[in-house]
């Protein structure tokens, strides 16, 4: 009885710990596009873009800010503080908690980020929606940094790039989330007055009240390939009008072939588009080109 208390309580163990490797998380990436598992650095050196499929993955909005900064710095701009939760708002859980949660998986004060530097040596300022914080939904601190980010940007007189992806207005805020719409609808008329470029690019998924405001209203319009784009979704829809919608309704593909997306552009082609396009729009000249 001592013999097998000893092989289950010290040899076991031991073999155990011997034949144990430390296999670090996240090591490998699903598509969900084909399945297929890939190497996540390989990922990441691709722009998160899936090597075989070519499927577009979601970027967080410091990443997506170094991919298109000239070296990957900017200018990190402050952000007007908003009352966390005018609401009282709890469902399954307190509003205040699921804000505590997001703010600690991403790093972020709220779902947008805004940072100002050169693209191809031209000074920009950039607005970034992260889906991770909430869904990428639209609240008073996320209009609020889209506001500031316009209003920067018309100060400075640069372009203003803005990464949309959103499910929508954010619900714990009720009409105080609502709101954001018309108040960034002004920032925007404001840009334009000015006679500086607005610039939108869509990514997966932007949706509800976020493409019904700042994120239709761009000089120009450009979609990553396969993105989802829509103000309802499309399960909704069909059992709204009882029909079978077209095949890759509401992606960027169909939308840009129907007159409502300006541009599909892969995301390694990104930077030199966008870079193009504002100096165009600004009547500048090509400046020396940075990687």
Same mark, same amino acid.
């Given at each position: 009885m001592e013999t097998m208390n000893w092989i289950s309580n010290?040899?076991?163990?031991?073999?155990?710990?011997?034949?144990?490797?430390?296999t670090p998380q996240n090591l490998w990436i699903k598509c969900p596009e084909s399945?297929?598992?890939?190497? =996540?650095?390989?990922v990441e #050196?691709?722009?998160? @873009? %899936?090597? &075989?499929?070519?499927?577009?993955?979601?970027?967080?909005?410091?990443i997506r800010l170094k991919s298109m900064f000239d070296g990957g710095t900017f200018e990190d701009i402050a952000l007007p503080e908003v009352p966390l939760d005018p609401l009282k708002f709890r469902d399954e859980k307190r509003y205040v908690d699921r804000l505590r949660d997001a703010k600690t998986k991403t790093s972020l004060v709220d779902a947008i980020k805004i940072g100002v530097?050169?693209?191809?040596?031209?000074?920009?300022?950039?607005?970034?929606?992260?889906?991770?914080?909430?869904?990428? =939904?639209?609240?008073?601190? #996320?209009?609020?940094? @889209? %506001?500031? &980010?316009?209003?920067?940007?018309?100060?400075?007189?640069?372009?203003?790039?803005?990464?949309?992806?959103?499910?929508?207005?954010?619900?714990?805020?009720?009409m105080f989330s609502l709101m954001q719409l018309p108040r960034t609808t002004v920032a925007v008329q404001r840009q334009r007055a000015a006679g500086l470029p607005y610039i939108v690019v869509l990514t997966n998924p932007t949706t509800g009240g976020v493409t019904a405001s700042y994120a239709m209203l761009g000089d120009i319009h450009i979609a990553e390939p396969g993105?989802?784009?829509g103000f309802a979704g499309p399960r909704v829809i069909e059992q709204t009008i009882r029909e079978k919608?077209?095949?890759?309704?509401?992606?960027?593909?169909?939308?840009?072939?129907?007159?409502m997306v300006?541009?599909?552009?892969?995301r390694h082609e990104l930077k030199a588009t966008l870079a193009r396009l504002c100096r165009i729009l600004s009547n500048t000249k090509p400046a020396k080109k940075i990687a």
């Open positions: 010290v040899v076991r163990p031991k073999i155990r710990s011997f034949l144990k490797r430390d399945g297929q598992l890939v190497f =996540s650095k390989d #050196a691709n722009q998160y @873009v %899936i090597p &075989g499929s070519d499927y577009h993955m979601r970027m967080s909005a410091v530097g050169t693209v191809e040596g031209q000074t920009v300022t950039i607005g970034v929606q992260d889906f991770d914080f909430m869904g990428g =939904s639209l609240g008073m601190a #996320a209009g609020e940094a @889209v %506001i500031r &980010g316009l209003e920067t940007a018309t100060a400075r007189k640069t372009a203003f790039i803005m990464f949309a992806s959103s499910g929508g207005a954010r619900m714990q805020e009720g993105a989802l784009i919608l077209p095949e890759g309704f509401q992606r960027s593909e169909y939308l840009k072939d129907h007159g300006d541009m599909v552009v892969h």
